[in-house]
Structure formats: C-alpha cells, structure tokens
C-alpha cells in the first residue's frame, strides 16, 4: 500500500463539489458532480482500484511544496529539482466563470526554471470503482464513460495522451516559462470533449477564481492576532458550502478511520444541523451574514417538512433529501486497511435531541446579527419548541452518535435547555406568540435536573450520562452557551477535571482533548481514536472566559490556542481528529473543527484585548 498521509493533502472546490490533492499532484478523492455523489476518483479508499488523476515530475528526484494562493482556495503544487522547478495550480472554477454543468477541474501545469518531465495518469473508477470506464482517445482529449452507459467524464488535453487498463497516461516535457493545461469535465455527448483551454483562456480562468476567492474573503471582519488562519478556516467553510440549498457538508470524504485499521469509519458528505448551525455562529461572528442568510433558507425549508417524531432529522443529504442509508463497501480495502468503507449514514434515524438547541441558538443570533427571521418560520419553530417541550426527557443516542443504545446525555439536556432559552428570548425579542409559562416551567426544570444528575461530586465534573462517571468533553459547551457562568465553582472544578491527563480520568493529552473515554462499553464500538480537534478549541474558549477572572487560566488559553495551530497541514487544514504521533484521523479537512478555530480565535482575541494583554 502506498497511502499518503492524510494531512498530505490540499483541498480545492467550487461549492459543489470538492477534491483532494496530494504533495505529489494526485488527485485521490472527487466525489462527483456534488459532495454526496458517488466517488470518480477514490485512491484514498483503496490504492490499487480505487482511482486517481496524477500529474508529477518523472526522472530526477524531486522536492515538493504545496501552499495556497494567498487568500484563495487555489493550490500550488511545486516541484524542485537539480534541472529545473515546476509548479501545478488545481483549481476548480466557481459559479458564473464557467458553466455550472461543466463542474470543471483546472490543472494548469508550467516550468518557471530549467526544463522538468512531468508523467500523467488519469483513471476514474465510477461508483466508488464499482463502474470501470471505457476510454476513447479523441482529438482534444480523452472521454470516459462508465460501463452502463450513464454519466462520464472527459479530459480535455494538448498534450498526446494513451489509452491505458485504467484510463489514460502521457509524458510531456517543459522547458522554462512553458505551460499545459488540463480541464477535467462533464461529459455531455452532444458536445463531446472540450478544447484545452490556450494559456490565455487558463489564464482568465486562473484570475476570474482568484478574484472570486480574494473578493469573497475580503468581506471578512476579523482583524485579530491569527487573522491569517481564521481566514483559512473562512474559506475552508466556504468551500463546504453546497451553494444551490446553503447547506454546509461537515466533510467532504467518508470513511477515513478515526482509528487505522479500526471499524470507526463514517460518511460525513452530508448536512448536520448541529454542524452547519456552529458554522452559522462562526461565519456570522467574522462578517459573512450572506452565508448565514443562505444557510436560513435551508434550515427553514427542513422546518416546513417537520413532521412526526422527531420532528427533524438530525442530518441531511445537501439537497434536503432525508434518507441516507448506510451501506458498506465490501470491494474497498477502506484507508490503509480500515474496513469498512461507508457510504451514507444510519445516524440520519437516530434521535438527538442535542440538534434543537443548536439550531434555536442559530436562528436566535440570525435575528441579532444578520436579518429578523420571518413569522412563518417562527411558527415551525414554536411548533418545534412545544414537541420538545413534551420529549426533552428521552434518552437519546447523543451528539457523538455512539451505538450503544440511547441514554440520558447531559449535553443532549443541555441543549434542550438553551432550545427553549433561546425560544423565550427570540419571543421576547419579536413579541411573538408564544406559550411562555410552560416554556419557563420546562426550562427550568431542565436546569435543576442538570445541575442534580449531572454532576458527580466524586469526579467534581459533569458527566456523559445520568449514572455515569465519564467526562465529556461536549459539557465544556455550558459556558459558551450562558447555562453556566464560566467561573461558576462547578465550571472551574469541570476545568481542572478535564485538563487532568487521560490516566488521572481527563481528556488532556501533551495540550489536546479526548472527547471521551472510548474505551469505556457505553460507546458501543471496539477500538479506540484520536484525540478530537474541535474539543481542543472548545477547551481554548472556555478557559478564555474563566481568564477574565483569572489571568493563569487566560495564559493557559493562549498556549493552548497557539500549540493546537501547529497541529494543522502544510496549508492550514484540519482533520476530525489528531492521532498520538500527530497525524490526522478521521474526515478531511472537517467543518467543526474549523469553526471552533474561528470562534476560539475571535473570543481569545478579544478578551486579551478587553483584558490590556501584550502581543
């Protein structure tokens, strides 16, 4: 097997879909046309079969580099050797600089020293490489089509190409100031393969996507201490975005192990209300209020369609669409050797009741700081607040989807607490009608019901689970929500738990954050995982808001921060989870932990501004 690492790779897009791009110039993973659509190219499922689109230097032993056009999700590969350096710009033109049924990719390939060798192999496998292509050479290119007859692709080229077992390959040589481009496309039979672009027309393209990318970033407002990795975060949401609904896909892969050669595998092309709701919070908090407006649009739409019990799922295809069974793939050896490979989620039937206080939290910061929500949505959302109301005492699977049956999660309480907090307050707000008295009553009682069986004197923590002894790292939410005050005894005494290291019962290991025990039964899955990103941002901020009492835990907050930002890619990008040797695990790149970046970031920023701290 000869795996990249997962933080090997780039991420380019056009808010449709989205590719991986590894340091080698190999196109490992592209789901096509849209984020949730079968793979074309899925080498980082299964090496042998699984399909890639490679350019790379071939001859001399080369170095590579890989960054971002500053400000832009367009990548640059660079090839440095003896004879020459050469250099790969991918990227994929977004809506209105090109045709939206083209979901073009551009690989813009040119020498700037010396002369270099570049060898070319591009192999779809359809349908997760369950569909072999049949290849036909044409004169601007190459076509690919899968073996019923369905859906192809074609690959426009300048450059002499050759039918291969798998698709095509070529060699071609540059010398200095010389270019190739290629443009992998939709095939539509009544037009064939498109002509290469000329080093004219790549290079509008190359301008029209930067300019897209730069013009969007600049209606940010972040101008804090880590502006540019809060800028990166910024557009890696973007990119997630799947433009035509608003809704936010948590990653764009399935399946990369949140443990190598474990069972712990998921699909997350798809829509979480909780994540795309986060993503809500982060994108308002730094000045894309169009975004949040788009997202708006989605999240009423799936309130309208509320119907029985639960009244919302907790996840959804990016088109709306509500069934996402889960299947496995038996043909693919999954990511070095981690079976099995998933495609859909059966999380979408679970019941977690944790998602309604992060959408009402969502909706309620919308109407504060984008556009006051409309009275049709705020009758879904009474609606939904009353069901709740009837239900919030359920045991639920919870927010980390584990599969060891339902049980009464605090963080799940908890967010059924802000749900009908924040529903009080947007009626408030908006002198809607509303069923007030009961909301209190429910509300409270929540709260009292938290503050007596989730805590464990004997951890001097809030736990999992009514009954358990587990920390969860999910409870460092309550001060971030306003359900606790952050120097709260209970919310320090929660901090000083969790930051204890893993063999004295806490979640810190060497400055990053378990979200759980997994090894504990209640999880319900064999095997073990990474430590989890997001949870490190959560820790960041809730240290940051008890520093305004106390300056240790400020300057904790601060190390933190700045040790997990060496944790990111060559290019700034995060995987769910980081493994014991820092490498990454789980989906890549992941929308929730650059959220929590982006919140962790802004709240950091400003409280040691408030605060008078240097640097």
């Known amino acids: 097997m000869s795996y990249e690492p997962i933080e090997s790779y780039g991420v380019i897009g056009n808010m449709r879909t989205a590719a991986l791009v590894s340091h080698a110039g190999s196109i490992d993973w592209m789901c096509f046309p849209q984020f949730d659509s079968p793979s074309v190219f899925g080498a980082l499922l299964d090496d042998a079969k699984g399909g890639r689109f490679r350019i790379g230097p071939c001859g001399a032993p080369s170095t590579t580099k890989q960054l971002y056009w500053p400000d832009t999700n367009v990548l640059v590969t660079r090839y440095l050797s003896p004879e020459g350096v050469g250099e790969i710009d991918d990227f994929m033109p977004v809506v209105g600089s090109a045709n939206p049924a083209d979901n073009?990719?551009?690989?813009?390939?040119?020498?700037?020293?010396?002369?270099?060798?570049?060898?070319?192999?591009?192999?779809?496998?359809?349908?997760?490489?369950r569909r072999a292509p049949k290849t036909t050479l044409v004169p601007n290119g190459a076509l690919f089509v899968g073996d019923d007859g369905g859906q192809g692709l074609a690959l426009a080229s300048s450059r002499q190409l050759t039918v291969t077992p798998r698709g095509?390959?070529?060699?071609?040589?540059?010398?200095?100031?010389?270019?190739?481009?290629?443009?992998?496309?939709?095939?539509c039979p009544e037009r064939g393969c498109m002509r290469a672009p000329s080093e004219a027309e790549a290079q509008a393209l190359f301008e029209e996507t930067v300019h897209f990318w730069r013009g969007w970033l600049s209606r940010c407002t972040y101008r804090g201490r880590w502006r540019e990795i809060v800028q990166r975060s910024a557009l890696v949401l973007k990119l997630l975005t799947f433009e035509p609904t608003g809704a936010i896909v948590a990653a764009p892969t399935s399946s990369l192990p949140e443990e190598l050669g474990g069972v712990r595998n998921w699909d997350y092309r798809f829509a979480w209300i909780r994540d795309a709701a986060f993503t809500?919070?982060?994108?308002?908090?730094?000045?894309?209020?169009?975004?949040?407006?788009?997202?708006?649009?989605?999240?009423?739409?799936?309130?309208?369609?509320?119907?029985?019990?639960?009244?919302?799922?907790?996840?959804?295809?990016?088109?709306?669409?509500?069934g996402l069974e889960e299947q496995e793939l038996s043909h693919l050896e999954g990511y070095r050797g981690s079976r099995p490979v998933r495609v859909g989620n059966a999380a979408y039937t679970q019941l977690q009741l944790d998602i309604y206080g992060e959408m009402m939290d969502s909706v309620y910061l919308f109407n504060k700081y984008g556009a006051p929500i409309s009275y049709d949505l705020?009758?879904?959302?009474?609606?939904?607040?009353?069901?709740?109301?009837?239900?919030?005492?359920?045991?639920?699977?919870?927010?980390?989807?584990?599969?060891?049956?339902?049980?009464?999660?605090?963080?799940?309480?908890?967010?059924?607490?802000?749900?009908?907090?924040?529903?009080?307050?947007?009626?408030?707000?908006?002198?809607?009608?509303?069923?007030?008295?009961?909301?209190?009553?429910?509300?409270?009682?929540?709260?009292?019901?938290?503050?007596?069986?989730?805590?464990?004197?004997?951890?001097?923590?809030?736990?999992?689970?009514?009954?358990?002894?587990?920390?969860?790292?999910?409870?460092?939410?309550?001060p971030l929500t306003f359900f606790l005050s952050?120097?709260?005894?209970?919310?320090?005494?929660?901090?000083?738990?969790?930051?204890?290291?893993?063999?004295?019962?806490?979640?810190?290991s060497d400055?990053?954050?378990?979200?759980?025990?997994?090894?504990?039964?209640?999880?319900?899955?064999?095997?073990?995982?990474?430590?989890?990103?997001?949870?490190?941002?959560?820790?960041?901020?809730?240290?940051?808001?008890?520093?305004?009492?106390?300056?240790?835990?400020?300057?904790?907050?601060?190390?933190?921060?700045?040790?997990?930002?060496?944790?990111?890619?060559?290019?700034?990008?995060?995987?769910?989870?980081?493994?014991?040797?820092?490498?990454?695990?789980?989906?890549?790149?992941?929308?929730?932990?650059?959220?929590?970046?982006?919140?962790?970031?802004?709240?950091?920023?400003r409280t040691l501004n408030e605060l008078g701290s240097q640097g």
Request: charged share 25%.
């Open 104 to 129: 073009q990719v551009v690989r813009r390939v040119r020498v700037v020293r010396g002369s270099m060798a570049f060898a070319l192999a591009c192999e779809p496998a359809f349908d997760y490489a």
């Open 168 to 187: 095509v390959a070529g060699q071609f040589v540059l010398g200095e100031g010389e270019k190739a481009t290629f443009l992998l496309h939709r095939l």
């Open 280 to 322: 809500l919070y982060a994108l308002l908090r730094i000045g894309f209020t169009d975004e949040a407006d788009h997202f708006m649009g989605w999240l009423e739409a799936r309130c309208r369609e509320a119907s029985g019990d639960p009244p919302l799922q907790l996840v959804y295809s990016v088109d709306g669409r509500d």
């Open 378 to 478: 705020w009758v879904q959302l009474r609606r939904i607040t009353e069901w709740l109301c009837d239900n919030w005492r359920r045991p639920d699977e919870g927010i980390w989807e584990t599969r060891g049956g339902r049980r009464e999660f605090v963080y799940s309480k908890l967010m059924c607490w802000v749900a009908l907090d924040r529903a009080l307050r947007l009626a408030d707000k908006r002198s809607f009608p509303a069923n007030r008295s009961r909301w209190v009553l429910e509300r409270d009682a929540i709260y009292e019901e938290i503050m007596v069986r989730g805590w464990s004197p004997s951890r001097g923590s809030f736990v999992q689970f009514y009954g358990s002894e587990m920390i969860d790292a999910s409870n460092l939410l309550m």
């Open 486 to 508: 952050p120097v709260d005894p209970k919310m320090c005494a929660m901090l000083d738990a969790v930051t204890r290291p893993p063999a004295q019962g806490g979640l810190l």
């Open 511 to 605: 400055g990053l954050v378990y979200r759980y025990n997994s090894r504990d039964p209640a999880d319900g899955l064999t095997g073990q995982e990474g430590t989890f990103n997001c949870a490190t941002f959560w820790l960041v901020e809730g240290l940051t808001r008890a520093g305004r009492a106390d300056k240790r835990k400020l300057q904790d907050a601060r190390l933190l921060f700045e040790r997990m930002l060496g944790y990111a890619n060559h290019v700034g990008l995060y995987a769910e989870q980081t493994s014991s040797t820092g490498t990454a695990l789980g989906n890549y790149p992941q929308a929730l932990t650059h959220l929590a970046l982006i919140s962790a970031a802004f709240n950091l920023d």
